[in-house]
């Protein structure tokens, strides 16, 4: 190592980019690292005594308490791959720069100003048994009886395709816009229809960042709470894991069980993260794998 070197290396803290870092270090051990460590420390001394896992233990041997995992797995998934599924041929479709992407764009973001709660008071009114859908089914003579599409499973998953669609498609969206157009061209130049550009070019390199946006969605939707109270039956098919959080440190007060089922709840997302993004190894990977992301 020349002096020079040295002199830059041992004079490495007087660098104003690293005490510009500083600040965001010190916010994410602050507001991140310090909570989950704590949560983690705390799930492991049980309100009541006994052993360190004796909250895991509880939790996976009480049916009440497992089977929230299965039931908000079963929320989020498939609300997952409806936002993700109907968002990629949409933003596909607009992925050229327009006044109709603009407005088109807008209108679907729509959502994410209203919030949770306003979206729910909206399908009360539009999706309950007596809302305008039922009435508009009924007038229709397309079914005899009254449609439930809230305080059920259907109430929450609509909900969580209404408040997670948006967020999906501008993912998609930025993804999209961040592949090359001469590839496409090119490949138009050869002979390749639209429907193999897409399904040859456009879809491996749009893979990773459809991994990504699975992922991100995927979590959103994972930690549902205020859909499942308000539009689902939270004392029966709709109970999911956070419900189960929320009772133990508010109704039973023992936040060390709630700590140990928050830790539940994150390491089933993590372990569907890995999964996704060990699928994504198999798409390709290169410099023009989509100039965003």
């Not at 109709?100 to 919030?115: E, M, S, V």
């Not at 229709?140 to 997670?164: D, F, Q, R």
């Not at 992922?215 to 098919?237: D, E, H, K």
């Not at 830790?263 to 997302?269: L, N, S």
């Amino acid at each position: 190592m020349s002096r020079g070197q040295a002199i830059h290396v041992g004079g490495s803290w007087r660098d104003p980019a690293m005490w510009m870092a500083l600040p965001a270090v010190l916010f994410m051990l602050l507001v991140f690292v310090y909570p989950f460590a704590d949560g983690l420390r705390l799930s492991f001394a049980p309100t009541e005594g006994g052993g360190a896992f004796d909250n895991y233990i509880k939790f996976f041997t009480t049916a009440s308490q497992w089977s929230t995992i299965a039931t908000t797995l079963k929320l989020a998934l498939p609300a997952t791959l409806i936002n993700v599924g109907i968002a990629l041929p949409l933003a596909y479709r607009l992925r050229h720069k327009s006044a109709y992407q603009k407005i088109a764009t807008t209108i679907i973001t729509i959502p994410l100003t209203l919030g949770t709660v306003l979206i729910a008071e909206g399908m009360l009114t539009y999706f309950g048994p007596r809302g305008w859908f039922s009435q508009a089914v009924q007038a229709l003579h397309l079914y005899g009886g009254l449609v439930h599409l809230t305080h059920n499973y259907w109430g929450v998953l609509i909900s969580l395709v209404i408040s997670g669609f948006p967020f999906a498609f501008l993912l998609i969206l930025s993804y999209v816009t961040g592949i090359d157009p001469v590839l496409s061209r090119a490949a138009a130049t050869l002979g390749a229809t639209p429907m193999r550009q897409f399904r040859h070019i456009v879809l491996p390199l749009l893979a990773p960042g459809l991994a990504m946006t699975f992922c991100l969605s995927f979590v959103q939707a994972f930690s549902v709470f205020p859909s499942a109270v308000l539009l689902g039956a939270p004392a029966g098919p709709t109970r999911v894991i956070s419900i189960a959080a929320y009772e133990a440190a508010f109704e039973n007060y023992d936040y060390s069980m709630a700590s140990a089922i928050a830790m539940i709840m994150g390491a089933t997302q993590l372990a569907v993260v890995v999964a996704v993004l060990a699928l994504r190894g198999f798409a390709y990977r290169g410099p023009v794998s989509g100039g965003k992301g």
